[in-house]
C-alpha cells in the first residue's frame, strides 16, 4: 500500500499547488538593498519579494558601472503563492569604504523596477577601554577601539610613561552598520603586572587623539568637602577638604591633589594617612586654602588628582542673594535639666550658609544643623543647641546663633542673634 499512497500524496499537492498558481495574480516586485559583511567579504544583497509569476532578470550598476561580481539569482516561494528573489553583488573593501552609489534594476513581465542606495558610513570617532588579557603563558593588556569608521588609525601604548616594548599588531572587525572595531595588545612582564602601574592606550584617528588610562593594581576616589565651619568662624579662612581614599597605602601616599580657581592654583596642604575601623581604604586629606573673597562669589573650584584623571567640583551656592531671615526658638517651660534652642535661617531660595552658636562670650560652639527643608514658597536650615538649664537660667550668659552666608557686607562679621534667658519665642530682623 505505501507505493499507491505516496503517489496520491504526490498528486495531491501537485493539484493543491497548480490550484494555487491557478489563483495568484500577476503583482510586481518590490525592491531593497541590504548590506551583507563577514569576516572574508562584503556584498550587498538586492531582496526582490512579494512578485508573480516567477521570472525575471536583474542587472546590478555600481557607480553606473556594471557589477563584475553578480551572484545568480535564488528564489524563495511561500504559502500565498508568491516569489521572492535574492541576489548579491560582491564588491572589495576599497569600493565599500568610498563614496560608492548600488543600484539594483529588476525587470518583470516587461516592467523596469529599480532600487538604488548610497551605504557610505560618516566618519565617527572611537571609543577606548582597557581590559586585562591573562592566561597560563602570559599577561597582557588589550585596547579595545569600538564603533569607529574610516578603518584606519594609529595606536601608542605607554606602561607608566614609557612605551610599550612588545605591542601586537592591529586586528580588525567590522560590523553590519559598517562601523569597525581594532584590537591591540600590549605584553607585560608578570613582574609589571603585579606592580602599580598605569597603562595608556593611545589611538590617532582621522587626526584626532583619543586616550584612556587604567591602573589594574588600585583604585582611588576623590571627594570634595565643604569648608571647615570652625575656621570660617575662628580664623575667617575658607579651609576645604579633598579626601583621597584607595585601597593601596603607597597610591594613596603618592597622590597628588591640584586645585584650582578660575584655572589659577590654590594652596595645599597634605595631612596623614588614616584607616578608619570599619573600612578598607586608607584616607588621606588635603586641606585646600581658598580665597573668602572668591569662595563666597561662587567661584568652582576644581581638584584633581595628578595623572589620574580623576577630577571632582565645588563651589559655594549663593542662592537668591537677599540676606535670609532668622529666628530663635526657646522653650516655654522647662522640666529637665538641659535646654534645646532651635536657630532657624530661611529665604526663599536659600544658598548655603554656615550655623554657629556662643554662649556668652566662650568660643564658637557647633550645633547639630539639619539638611535644607523645603517648604511652599521657602527653604529652612536649622540649627539645633543643647545647654545645661544653669547656663540657659544665667543672665549673664547671652546664647547667640551666628550665621555666614554669601550676602553679607562684612565676611568677617557674622550675622548674629542672640536670645536671653527666659524671654518669649523672639524673631529678629534684619
Known amino acids: 500500500m505505501a507505493g499507491p499512497l505516496k503517489v496520491l500524496g504526490f498528486l495531491f499537492w501537485l493539484f493543491f499547488f497548480s490550484f494555487v498558481r491557478g489563483q495568484v495574480k500577476i503583482q510586481t516586485p518590490t525592491l531593497s538593498l541590504v548590506p551583507v559583511i563577514t569576516q572574508k567579504s562584503t556584498s550587498v544583497m538586492c531582496v526582490i519579494e512579494d512578485y508573480y509569476p516567477k521570472n525575471l532578470t536583474v542587472q546590478w550598476e555600481v557607480n553606473d558601472t556594471n557589477c563584475l561580481r553578480q551572484s545568480n539569482l535564488e528564489y524563495e516561494l511561500n504559502a500565498e503563492g508568491l516569489y ?41 570617532t572611537p571609543t577606548l577601554s582597557l581590559v586585562p588579557v591573562i592566561t597560563q603563558k602570559s599577561t597582557s593588556v588589550m585596547c579595545v577601539i569600538e564603533d569607529y569608521y574610516p578603518k584606519n588609525l594609529t595606536v601608542q601604548w605607554k606602561v607608566n610613561d614609557t612605551n610599550c616594548s612588545r605591542q601586537s599588531k592591529l586586528e580588525y572587525k567590522l560590523n553590519a552598520e559598517g562601523l569597525y572595531t581594532a584590537y591591540s595588545l600590549c605584553k607585560v612582564s608578570s613582574e609589571t603586572w603585579n606592580t602599580n602601574t598605569e597603562y595608556t592606550c593611545e589611538a590617532t584617528h582621522q587626526g584626532k587623539v583619543i586616550r584612556v588610562k587604567k591602573n589594574f593594581k588600585s583604585k582611588l576616589t576623590l571627594t570634595l568637602k565643604p569648608p571647615i565651619e570652625r575656621e570660617l568662624f575662628v580664623n575667617n579662612k575658607v579651609v576645604l577638604e579633598a579626601v583621597v581614599s584607595g585601597d593601596d597605602l603607597e597610591t594613596v601616599i603618592e597622590a597628588s591633589v591640584l586645585c584650582k580657581v578660575k584655572n589659577e592654583p590654590v594652596t595645599s596642604v597634605v595631612g596623614n594617612i588614616d584607616f578608619p575601623e570599619g573600612t578598607s581604604q586608607f584616607i588621606r586629606t588635603h586641606y585646600i586654602f581658598v580665597d573668602t573673597e572668591k569662595w563666597f562669589d561662587g567661584e568652582m573650584v576644581t581638584c584633581s588628582i595628578r595623572d589620574r584623571g580623576i577630577n571632582q567640583e565645588i563651589h559655594f551656592d549663593k542662592g537668591d542673594g537677599k540676606k535670609p531671615s532668622v529666628v530663635i526658638y526657646i522653650p516655654d517651660t522647662i522640666h529637665t535639666d538641659t535646654v534645646s534652642l532651635v536657630c532657624e535661617v530661611t529665604s526663599p531660595k536659600l544658598g548655603d550658609v554656615y550655623i554657629f552658636w556662643k554662649v556668652g562670650n566662650g568660643l564658637y560652639i557647633k550645633g547639630s ?35 555666614k552666608h554669601a550676602n553679607m557686607d562684612n565676611i568677617g562679621s557674622p550675622l548674629q542673634v542672640s536670645a536671653m534667658s527666659k524671654q518669649p519665642e523672639c524673631p529678629v530682623d534684619y
Open 369 to 403: 544643623t539639619s539638611a535644607p527643608i523645603q517648604r511652599d514658597n521657602s527653604i529652612s536650615v536649622l540649627s539645633i543647641l543643647t545647654v545645661s538649664k544653669q547656663y540657659y537660667e544665667d543672665p549673664r550668659k547671652t546664647i547667640t546663633c551666628a550665621i
Open 84 to 124: 521572492t528573489a535574492y541576489s548579491l553583488c560582491k564588491v572589495s573593501s576599497e569600493t565599500w569604504n568610498t563614496n560608492t552609489e548600488y543600484t539594483c534594476e529588476a525587470t518583470h513581465q516587461g516592467k523596469l523596477i529599480s532600487v538604488r542606495k548610497n551605504f557610505k558610513v560618516k566618519i565617527q
